[in-house]
């Protein structure tokens, strides 16, 4: 018999609706996630914007048109989030996915929202807040590559702008930073309870890992994110292996694995003792608690129309 174990819903619920987008958070949360997943990075003017990628990713977001005319950077779409401005970013359609390959799983489970922008940090909060969604934990992935500072935020600057509006809406104690660059866990120590190291074997390099050196630890993925004063390890699903689960346990980390999106591999990572399931598929996880008996989220009612 196991605890319980969180349903994670990963940039809301990207096999459903269109990731990182207001609509698609808020799908999420309809369906009943215990934490809900996005990605920020900075935009040229300093403003927290959700993107998964560094670059105006051409799957994700579509051209429609110039912020002001005669715009150099036109077309937006492939130039770096960091040297863009809200309100050349704010023109970008996100709603509807763009696959560059047939094999593209999630355009065909995805629902378009066409016209749907790229929000910010602060306009999620706010949604947040006008749903009523208090028992719900943001779980904030904080986009940054140490290997190129040329499309990042300053760390300590990125860290502080977050942790600032989180404060400013009241979601600290409801809130965790995550972040595959793990300088950010090490700044972020003192100002939040909850900082998860996210790891795949791309980033278990000291460039990533604060300047661990893995050889150092032993090769234990859970002594090196403790390290950098991480609250919970949550490795990319490949990694986790009993080596791996015993480590964490060692520690007293938590392991938290993405992104999961078969019920069977879910069922046996929960039977290897993992403390949460990030998925692009919220709704597919749900049937998997209910036959297993574990507690499910609560769904959150969602906002309707004036007079609807």
């Known amino acids: ?116 922008r790229m929000p910010t940090l602060g306009a999620v909060l706010g949604l947040i807040g006008a749903l009523g969604a208090d028992h719900v934990r943001l779980h904030v992935e904080l986009k940054s590559d140490p290997t190129r500072p040329d499309l990042c935020a300053d760390p300590r600057r990125f860290v502080e702008e977050v942790v600032h509006e989180l404060d400013r809406h009241d979601r600290l104690s409801r809130a965790a930073l995550l972040s595959f660059d793990w300088r950010l866990l090490e700044i972020a120590r003192p100002m939040l309870e909850r900082r998860y190291a996210l790891v795949e074997r791309d980033t278990m390099t000291p460039a990533w890992m604060n300047g661990i050196r893995l050889g150092e630890v032993g090769g234990d993925l859970a002594a090196a994110a403790a390290a950098v004063g991480a609250t919970a390890l949550s490795p990319d699903r490949v990694l986790v292996d009993e080596a791996l689960m015993t480590g964490a346990a060692r520690q007293n980390l938590p392991v938290v694995v993405w992104t999961v999106n078969d019920a069977d591999e879910a069922a046996r990572l929960i039977d290897m003792g993992v403390a949460g399931i990030v998925t692009d598929y919220p709704d597919r996880m749900r049937r998997l608690w209910k036959a297993r008996g574990l507690p499910l989220p609560g769904p959150v009612t969602p906002l309707r129309p004036v007079g609807a």
């Open 1 to 116: 018999m196991h605890g319980y174990v969180e349903l994670h819903g990963h940039r809301g619920a990207r096999g459903l609706r269109p990731e990182n987008t207001l609509p698609g958070l808020a799908f999420a949360l309809e369906l009943g996630v215990d934490a809900l997943e996005f990605d920020v990075a900075m935009s040229a003017d300093g403003q927290l914007v959700l993107t998964h990628d560094l670059h105006v990713s051409a799957v994700t977001s579509a051209d429609t048109g110039m912020a002001v005319p005669g715009d150099e950077m036109f077309p937006y779409v492939g130039k770096p989030i960091i040297a863009l401005t809200l309100p050349q970013l704010r023109t970008l359609d996100v709603g509807v996915r763009l696959p560059e390959r047939p094999d593209d799983r999630f355009a065909l489970t995805q629902v378009p929202l066409p016209d749907t």
